[in-house]
């Protein structure tokens, strides 16, 4: 059995250690894996952008363990969502909601058996004290139906639209990669377009690949995320035209 | 059997992959854990703070590998240190104290054969050519006496003490999380408090989550380091309080 | 079987959690290491440096998955070579040019046979969709003469070189490494010297160790890579003396 994780605990603390720890506690031959801990603080997209574009690649029933959770301690549900080919563990808080669009969602259970959690005494760390543990007895094999009851409905969370009219196409920035490149919401493009802008720099072109790029002139390339992405060649398009989240992505077709 | 390790070597060089391919080459079977590579470069206090965060979480019998050594190649003694329940393995600067008051100390020994050892032309790096060939004999069930002498005294590292009198705690603060929530050296308060400052700040409350918090006032939380911390609701309370390592805390009762 | 990963991906997206899964979906019982995936964006000297001073430390027969690919999509090949001990999988780009200089190499292959790649739709992420399955094949015993056609010659990456005359030797930095200690090319130096500087400011002395240093005055050291280092005791050289690549170390014999 598998156990991936991705959480927004960072690589400073002992948090990621802990979750480990617990889980190979409860199951010491469950192999982990890290997808990433470096999800920005609180931000509940980039960690459903970044699940979403790695879980498919994983081996049928792996488990995901998804702790991007601003909410913890409150009253927002923990929930084990079981599709056709894997299962997540996570806050209720639409963390999960890109991945799940792409798969066969087959049963959702709010988690409420303590029976199942560790105890603490404090209130600050679910991945800790709820989502770990869960997880390791889910892969030893724990019935789903005795972590809690089952719910039909979950939060959901949105993209920002893209705006599309005849002539033009009108996106947004909604996350940067390591690289610098911006992730922008626009999944399609025609085969041809007549000219494209971030902010008010103009676009030099739609690449193949990044060498075709310009290390200063800012160009779109279909990204592994599964949408255009403003790029410079071996350069940080974020650092050098200063980009920000919510940035004006403009297509004239 | 299973290794954990705690390093400030960072995720920039193979420093940390070293340390992994030199345990495999000796144990191939044994299952390593990360606990964090992101300690504070030479900051033995904030892994101390983190071991004792997460080193309880472990299975029963998991030898920790602890390097935060700013004395590397100088007279520092290396330890291996026996519990009732794990074996740690660090260099004696005091990075285990916290962990150890939590433990029954069956056995220590200082390091010394160099049959267990790396053969090295250089003197910088005793995680690769000491810690980690040590874990890897002892989770290969070498006997602890063979490694080197029994000794009784390790260098103990103190907390910064908090001051109590009869209507007022002063402490301080003594780390950062990934967060920006400052660890404090605080582990009790009275249920009801008068006032509270971190600085001149005023502290709104004792929260009993982070949702109960502000995102511009701060707010105290008993946190998983085990201490109260000072927090801002999704925000970094460091950089937006601009607060350091030794900022008082002042709690009136 | 053991696939250690070196790349410069970063701990921020879901790029090394997905060649993970990738690998585990392939070969479920593979034990999976990460050397390091904090290379500088791009840099393969960077990347070419910290392969060279961690992949001897692994067990025989490790499969290393090298991935800093600035030219990934572009017409750069991508091969495995097979020396006596080890297996390495990477870019043509000279990534692996300083390992091999302490390897003995008995095949390389061009990689061109797309079955053993991942079908994508895109062109950016041949850490995923080739080096990560041919990896996972090649432990799973795939014959290397399935993978793409034997060559003779891949691209070689050379250090800056030192110049050495009668009465000096100036060499530079060639990187820096996580506690901002400042890895020179140069391999060897005499057991006396008369001076040394690195830029202007005077370099007090060849250390044995990092204690026997200065916290505000520069030292050399030899390192873990191999090459003498400039240092301060317990502190970063590359932020206090304002250090960069390309800074001019010279010695006086």
Redesign the interface.
Known sequence: M?I?L?T???????????L???I??IN?SV????????????NILEGAL??N???R???KY?IFVVVVD?????DRKAIVVKTKNYIFVAPDNGVLSLALEGEDVEKIISVENPKFFLKA?????HG?DIFAPVAAYISRGVDLDLLGKKINKIKKLELPPVKESENQIVGQIIMF????NAITNIKKLPTSIKRAWINDIRIEKIA?????GNSEKPSL????FGFYEVFL??N?AKDKLNLKVGDTVKIEL
């Not at 982990?32 to 609180?42: E, K, L, N, P």
């Not at 005494?121 to 760390?125: L, R, V």
């Open positions: 598998l991936a991705l927004d605990f960072g690589y400073k603390d002992g948090f990621v250690g802990t480990k720890g617990v190979k506690s010491p192999d982990i894996i890290d997808i990433s801990h470096g999800v920005s603080s609180f970044i699940l574009s790695s879980y690649y994983f081996p792996t601003p909410g913890v301690g409150s005494d404090n209130n600050t760390f800790r990669d390591k690289f610098g193949k690949n990044f060498q075709e390339i279909k990204g592994s060649k071996e940080s």
